[in-house]
Nanobody, 120 residues
Framework: QLQLVESGGALVQPGGSLRLSCAAS????????IGWFRQAPGKEREGVSC????????NYAESVKGRFTISRDNAKNTVYLQMNSLKPEDTAVYFC?????????????WGQGTQVTVSS
């Protein structure tokens, strides 16, 4: 069974940091671009960041530039999202998804999501 599993979500205070992980099972991530998306209550899902299959290309939403960093460790079949200087508006369920080699739709595989809550 092909699966993506996110982990690392938690309750954190404003200004804090978290590292989310996206691990694959049943397939190798080597050939896939991986995107991180988030959805806050009452809002549409938005793209946060993406990394190409080679790791040579990354992109970020304007709202997270300079605070979030995406990376991948193909040996561990895992993609990470390091989130620093977290703000209350970062509160959302975060999903990872796999596309082809480049960061563009369609994203064929999705994880179940991990909750990030930024609150004092």
């Amino acid at each position: 069974q092909l699966q993506l599993v996110e982990s690392g979500g938690a309750l954190v205070q404003p200004g804090g940091s978290l590292r989310l992980s996206c691990a694959a099972s049943g397939f190798t991530l080597d050939y896939y671009a991986i995107g991180w998306f988030r959805q806050a209550p009452g809002k549409e899902r938005e793209g946060v960041s993406c990394i190409s299959s080679s790791g040579g290309s990354t992109n970020y939403a304007e709202s997270v530039k300079g605070r979030f960093t995406i990376s991948r460790d193909n040996a561990k079949n895992t993609v990470y999202l390091q989130m620093n200087s977290l703000k209350p508006e970062d509160t959302a369920v975060y999903f990872c998804a796999a596309a082809g080699s480049w960061c563009r739709p369609p994203y064929d595989y999705w994880g179940q999501g991990t909750q990030v809550t930024v609150s004092s």
